[in-house]
């Protein structure tokens, strides 16, 4: 079920795929800007792996898809 599952992502093509797939969405800021991938819908955005866990604990059920 696509609506389980979290997608990391750092392509503006990668998060659009993911939001349409129904999937939690979170941007890599490795390619583009945190801004090019809030406005491509990313759920979350983040620029350090280290600020991962604490983001996928977050309960994503409640996230507006």
Do not use: I, K
Not at 25 to 52: I, K, M, N, Q, W
């Amino acid at each position: 079920d696509p609506e389980q599952c979290a997608v990391v992502e750092d392509s503006v093509f990668g998060v659009q795929a993911a939001r349409s797939a129904r999937m939690l969405t979170f941007g890599y800021t490795s390619s583009y800007p945190a801004t090019v991938l809030r406005e491509a819908a990313a759920h979350y955005v983040f620029d350090d792996y280290a600020a991962l866990p604490p983001l996928l604990a977050l309960n994503y059920t409640t996230v507006a898809r």
